[in-house]
Each structure stands twice: as structure tokens, then as C-alpha cells.
């Protein structure tokens, strides 16, 4: 088996998340492949798992004529009852045009990484969102000051490992929670992120659904994330996932 590997133009791999994926994929016996730029791969087996970053990744996909069909998964409806907030989809232009519906936070909904998640309270905060010929499609969301957040990596339905990225050391996380959500994913990928945090108030929610096609490490064992990078692969692909019984 192949993994490819992003690396910047110095041939060092692009992040952290580069080399953990690395030292996971070499420990199990895998080839390794560098690549800088995706467009420089010539072969087109959709068996070789690519690490790198989103676009790198949905390129891949895009030049093997693969379609990710589930699209952005940020807030499935069937979590709702974790939110604790309420979430809505909008636009830009909608938004901007409203000062009244101001003081929330915002993120793409269809392109991920568009811009980066923000909270939107005064004119300064739209600069570089508003496009003339172009209204972006946004989620926005009430307000939540989040005390404490975690990163659970989930993998065939299965809680893989859950990391702190954020907050008060000695906060906790009811893993029941976790353990419930996980089951009322019904639609879930093979593999992906549920960050939960905890408000200021000790409430628990959910902050987020992550992809995991180019989920990022936060600290999870080198073996597990390449398990769990190569889980999402495979059921993106086609193909079958040489590591699902590990």
C-alpha cells in the first residue's frame, strides 16, 4: 500500500499532521510518496490514500472523476438536539444588509475554508467576505463562549480517541454524550471530527462536524490517525480500507 504525503517546496512535510500521518503509515509497512503539489501525481489509483491539505485532497478526488457526495457536513440535522444554540443558513449579502441580525458567528457552509469561522459585529468585520458578483452561502449561529472544547475522533462508528485543543485543563467531558451523538449520527462518514466544548455556564454542545478526509491530528497516536485518514479515504474512493480491522 502507498500513501502520498504533502511536503512544502523544501521537500519537510507541510505540518505536524503530515509527519504523524507519516510515522503511522511507515510503522504499519506502507511506501511512502512525497508530493508538493498534487497535479504532479501521474498514476491514478484511487487505492494510494493522499495526506495533505483540503485542496490538495478534493483535487485528488476531482482528477480520479470522484464526487464527494455528502457534501459539507458541519450540521447534520439529525444532532440538532446537541447544538444548544440556534444555527441557521444564510448568506452574506443577507446578512451584511441586516444590521439587526448582527453579533453572530459566521462560517461557509459550501466551501469549506472559504474564510475562516467568525463573529460578525460591526461594518470592519465583513471586509474581504462581501463580494460584489458573488453571495457565499454561510451558516450563522448564536453566540457561545465556550469554556473548554475537544476533538472526538470518530471511525466506523466508534469513538478512536478524543483530544483537548482548547481551554480550561481540568474542564470534563460526559463521554456518554459523545457515545449518544455518535449513535444518532445516522448518516455519518467512516470517518470524521465531533468537536464538543462546554459554555461558561458547564453546559455541554456541539461545536462542529469535521470531515475526515484532512482532519487535523490535535495529538492522536501516529497508528490511529493513520487509521483513520485511510477509513475516510476508502469509503471516499471506493476502495477497500486495508486498515478497518485493526
Not at 521537500?11 to 503539489?37: C, H, P, Q, R
Amino acid at each position: 500500500m502507498r500513501a502520498y504525503i504533502q511536503v512544502n517546496q523544501d521537500g519537510m512535510f507541510y505540518n505536524v499532521n503530515a509527519f504523524t500521518a507519516y510515522e503511522g503509515f511507515a510503522s504499519l509497512g506502507w511506501e511512502i510518496v512525497k508530493f508538493n503539489d498534487i497535479q504532479e501525481l501521474d498514476e491514478k489509483n484511487p487505492e494510494h490514500v493522499v495526506v495533505g491539505g483540503i485542496g490538495n485532497v478534493r483535487k485528488r478526488l476531482e482528477l480520479l472523476g470522484i464526487e464527494r457526495k455528502q457534501g459539507e457536513i458541519d450540521y447534520p440535522p439529525s444532532l440538532s438536539q446537541y447544538y444548544g444554540r440556534k444555527i441557521w443558513k444564510t448568506t452574506i449579502q443577507d446578512i451584511f444588509a441586516n444590521p439587526q441580525n448582527w453579533n453572530v458567528f459566521i462560517k461557509p457552509k459550501d466551501t469549506t475554508k472559504k474564510f475562516a469561522g467568525k463573529v460578525v459585529r460591526e461594518y470592519k468585520d465583513f471586509i474581504g467576505l462581501v463580494e460584489e458578483n458573488e453571495d457565499t452561502t454561510i451558516w450563522c449561529s448564536e453566540i457561545v463562549d465556550f469554556k473548554t472544547e475537544w476533538r472526538c475522533f470518530i471511525r466506523y462508528g466508534q469513538i478512536l480517541d478524543i483530544r483537548q485543543y482548547k481551554g480550561a485543563w481540568d474542564s470534563t467531558l460526559d463521554v456518554s454524550v459523545v457515545q449518544r451523538a455518535v449513535e444518532d449520527f445516522v448518516d455519518a462518514p467512516a470517518a470524521y471530527g465531533m468537536d464538543f466544548g462546554i459554555d461558561q455556564d458547564g453546559h455541554m454542545k456541539l461545536v462542529e462536524i469535521n470531515d475526515g478526509h484532512s482532519l487535523g491530528s490535535y495529538g492522536i497516536s501516529s497508528l490511529n490517525y493513520a487509521k483513520f485518514l485511510a477509513a475516510r479515504w476508502s469509503e471516499l474512493t471506493g476502495t477497500t480500507d486495508e486498515l478497518r480491522h485493526m
